[in-house]
């Protein structure tokens, strides 16, 4: 079980007392007879980057639409930054880049910038924005000249002008090649060092490994997993211990503790368990075994293992089922 914060706190706050950037209790949302989120709670702290991780039609889109104040639960409460969205948004603490929409090709990416910005009382300094998002070396061509990175990079420093507190991006980098992703993801870090919050919807296992501090894995509109890559692939299926060991005795080996499965390929045995150590220790000690070797499973395996086997059942009929689907769910706060 994943879990980040032990200390009791009032609902809607961090421990330390400044409101929660994303806070989501018991939400679902229905369309029509789908229901597309399933009791969802999810609490995100002020200066986190997270990651929302999941298959096609998990929720991850619905999910943030709500946090935007773009459509509202069918039950359970949102909030951001201790306000409805709409006034966290009006408030301008939040922005949000879609992936698509919104520019003009015949502008220059710093006559966009200070068109945009003529739309607000107060913004950012357009050239300090310029430099953030990485466009200054790009701030004289034109947007349908422009890639679909630097377009990307173009509408995070649109995102910046109003310096949001909280920044949400829905799958920021599809349709982009690797460079332009590396890039992108590059100057979004960057800024948020700073202690800007980020929330981001990708189907990038290695995006979202690579680049946010916490991966929410969503499934059928459930949070199935929720800590940082590493906890993930720790959390599902644990290392691997290989070893060269004649005469096996297979139920000594499966009697270990932490001991998920045990496979042989005429005298190797493979170990899938959560406490390599101890396999390791007790293959060493006990019994003849060399040659071992550990190997973490990737993220993709704990992709694979949270997000399938789930029932398929999206419709509001069985609704009332919310149980956790896994002992991860709902596990950190
Ligand atoms: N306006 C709508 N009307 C009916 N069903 C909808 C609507 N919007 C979303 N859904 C359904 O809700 C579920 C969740 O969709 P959602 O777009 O949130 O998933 P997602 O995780 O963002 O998927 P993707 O990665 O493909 O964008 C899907 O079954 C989808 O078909």
Redesign the pocket.
Known sequence: MITTSTMPHTPGTSPHGTPLAVDLTAVT?D??S????RGVDLHIEQGEVVA?L????????????MVLGLSQPTSGTVRVLGHEPRHAIARGLVSAVMQTGGLLKDLTVRDTLRYTASLFADTAPVDEVLATAGVASIADRKVGKCSGGEQQRLRFAMALLSDPALLIL??PTTGMDVEGRRGFWEAIRKDAERGRTVLF?T?YLEEADRYADRVVL?SH?RIVADGTGSEIKALTSGRTVRATLPNADEAALRALPGVDSVEFQSEQVYLRTKDSDAVARWLLTETDARDLEITSSGLEDAFISLTSGDDDA?TSADAGNTKPTTPQEGARR
């Open positions: 949302k369309f029509g789908v229901r597309a989120v929302f999941g298959p096609n039609g998990a929720g991850k889109t619905t999910t943030i639409d829905d799958e919807a189907h969503l509109g999206t």
